[in-house]
Nanobody, 122 residues
Framework: HAQLVESGGESVQAGGSLRLSCATSGYTYSTYCMAWFRQPPGKEREGIAYIHHDLTTDYADSVKGRFTIPKDVAENILYLQMNSLKPEDTADYYC?????????????????WGQGTQVTVS
């Protein structure tokens, strides 16, 4: 049974950077897909960054080139490095695992979620 706890969300100015963390327990996160989703106010949850079991990564077009998942698994913590932040990045951010080797984009495929952390960009 996976447990996920996000942290690192805060209010920042446009153009700034943030690093979100997702502490995992119950398994080593490189065993299965891990993903970052976000849910802007009044909108649906969307997948933005994925790291598969083989540590390859994929990103949504909206964040490609600005957000990255560092591949250090030593501390069993998943990070999301967010640079060049824009007001449209304002959202609640969640980490999740679908308990499979490869990530999928549908949030319904993910049984394990963290509680979320809020990012506000102004």
């Amino acid at each position: 049974h996976a447990q996920l706890v996000e942290s690192g969300g805060e209010s920042v100015q446009a153009g700034g950077s943030l690093r979100l963390s997702c502490a995992t327990s119950g398994y080593t996160y490189s065993t299965y897909c891990m993903a970052w989703f976000r849910q802007p106010p009044g909108k649906e949850r969307e997948g933005i960054a994925y790291i598969h079991h083989d540590l390859t990564t994929d990103y949504a077009d909206s964040v490609k080139g600005r957000f990255t998942i560092p591949k250090d698994v030593a501390e069993n913590i998943l990070y999301l490095q967010m640079n060049s932040l824009k007001p449209e990045d304002t959202a609640d951010y969640y980490c999740a695992t679908n308990w499979r080797l490869r990530c999928t984009e549908n949030p319904s495929d993910f049984p394990y979620w963290g509680q979320g952390t809020q990012v506000t960009v102004s």
